[in-house]
């Protein structure tokens, strides 16, 4: 496990966000699929291919999403769920992040709502001292990770650019997501080399959490069917926040072309006040 290591940033409103969103997550406290078939490498260039893939979700259009978040610290593990929808068209999602009941056993938080947009974030029911009537907005450009792992769901269509620095790509064979017959592929993607090559809605994210870890070097599985589009992709991210904590990400993409509707709140229902960490 390649270890990533958050820098600091004094004094901005994006690290009490981060900050908060991992104790959230940490105090309320999936795999690789075995290969079958036939294994043969295809022609294509294994790099290449993965790193098409955003591509090939944006002419997709959209798809619904599920996501999961398993993080493990101080031997405490707490995975949190999520389920929507992305238009990778307009780079806007919608999910319902859920987050499991706390270690006495106690009913978990309430889900909270996620809306994605071009450099943005927003939460409902986020908690912290937030009314439960309000939003949150958080300039992605302004976390430390990019909101790799802030909102406990990589953004979708993050998780798909991450993959534009996809190197050192091996084929490990065909296998099964869900039913459908795809392409497994294995590497390492650097965050800068995907930072400069990403969209322009989702560069200044990546670039973000290319300064903010230690080393850009994240391990990855992805999953491609025989369209070359992205059904399963998993990051593994590593950083130092109040100790170690290991994050599993994975992000299940089916049902695509199913119409995506995203509203973005008016500014008068976003909560202006300060954020409990």
């Not at 820098?7 to 999936?30: D, N, Y």
């Not at 056993?105 to 029911?125: Q, S, V, W």
Request: glycine fraction near 12%; charged fraction near 20%.
């Amino acid at each position: 496990m390649v270890v990533h290591q958050h820098r600091r940033r004094r004094g901005r409103a994006g690290e009490a966000v981060l900050a908060a969103g991992v104790a959230l997550a940490v105090t309320a406290m999936s795999g690789c699929a075995g290969t079958g078939g036939d294994d043969r490498p295809p022609a294509a260039d294994p790099a290449a291919v993965v790193r098409g893939a955003a591509d090939v979700l944006s002419r997709t259009g959209s798809a619904r999403a599920r996501t999961a978040m398993e993080m493990a610290t101080g031997g405490t593990r707490v995975t949190i769920r999520g389920e929507g929808g992305v238009d990778f068209k307009t780079r806007m999602g919608q999910l319902l992040v859920m987050l499991p009941a706390d270690v006495t056993g106690k009913p978990g938080h309430r889900p909270i709502t996620e809306l994605l947009a071009p450099g943005a974030l927003y939460m409902k029911n986020r908690g912290a001292g937030v009314p439960a009537d309000k939003w949150v907005r958080v300039d992605t450009t302004t976390l430390a990770d990019g909101n790799l792992v802030t909102g406990g769901a990589t953004d979708p269509m993050t998780a798909a650019e991450l993959l534009r620095g996809a190197q050192e790509v091996v084929y490990v064979g065909e296998t099964e997501v869900a039913g459908t017959k795809v392409r497994h592929y294995r590497g390492t993607t650097d965050i800068g080399r995907a930072a400069r090559s990403a969209s322009a809605e989702v560069r200044g994210a990546l670039e973000a959490a290319a300064k903010g870890f230690s080393t850009d070097t994240v391990p990855f599985d992805a999953y491609l069917d025989e369209q070359g589009r992205l059904r399963k992709v998993r990051h593994r991210f590593t950083y130092v926040n109040n100790g170690v904590i290991d994050v599993s990400s994975t992000t299940l993409l089916y049902g695509f072309g199913t119409p995506v509707t995203v509203v973005l709140p008016p500014s008068g229902d976003i909560f202006a006040g300060k954020i409990a960490e």
